[in-house]
């Protein structure tokens, strides 16, 4: 089956936001008077919600919904502030080039700031389809996948799952997507990548 759609998470994929994802979340244990492990931080960060980050990282808001709903709001405003932190991959430069040939989509643990990270790095407008977690539960559950399988009209052999992490790859083959797996800020990875999709470049 011809392949007609690419769907992309967006964090480690397009865009690089690792410190800005590391540093909204020690800046906000900060403001609250908690603090974490540098790597613990870093490691929750890389992959999951921001919900998720936190009560991973601080088991009591799982009784604190309040508190934690009040660390998220503030989460929001400074990760805004830090937006200028997220930088692209190489991979994005190239979107303009694969929607050429593909319907695109994005799906991320973000909720309303993966629109602002797309607009951020001047890519959004190259998306059919943009899901969050506002839209379906965070990956792994494949919701959001399939939902932007169903937007995009397409069927699930007919698409590709771009992410960078064991969350995605879960998502994607719980969707019946073929799933690639690469770390968008390693060029090589994807010029490999580029090489099966765009292989003019």
């Known amino acids: 089956m011809a392949i007609k759609a690419i769907i992309f ?3 480690g994929v397009l865009a690089d936001s690792r410190q800005a994802v590391v540093e909204n979340t020690k800046q906000l244990l900060a403001e609250f008077g908690f603090s974490a492990k540098h790597s613990e931080v870093e490691k929750m960060s890389s992959a999951h919600s921001a919900e998720s980050v936190l009560i991973a990282l601080l088991p009591q808001l799982k009784n ?4 934690l709903r009040r660390m998220l709001a503030r989460l929001s405003k400074i990760t805004v502030a830090n937006l200028h ?3 692209p991959t190489p991979l ?5 080039d694969l929607k050429r040939k593909y319907l695109l989509a994005a799906a991320s643990n973000r909720k309303s700031s993966a629109m602002m990270v797309l607009e951020k790095l001047g890519i959004e ?3 059919a389809v943009v899901m969050t977690s506002s839209d379906a539960p965070p990956k792994p559950d494949p919701k959001m996948i399939l939902l932007a399988l169903e937007r995009l009209n397409v069927n699930a052999d007919e698409a590709v799952f771009v992410g960078d992490n064991d969350e995605d790859v879960e998502a994607g083959r719980r969707a019946g997507v073929r799933t690639i797996k690469i770390d968008g800020t390693d060029e090589d990875e ?4 580029l090489s099966d999709f ?4």
């Open 92 to 96: 994005a430069a190239l979107l303009p």
């Open 190 to 193: 994807c010029l490999l990548f």
């Open 64 to 67: 604190e919904d309040a508190l």
């Open 198 to 201: 765009l292989p003019a470049c």
């Open 9 to 11: 998470d967006i964090d």
């Open 125 to 127: 407008k190259e998306f």
């Open 85 to 87: 932190l997220v930088k």
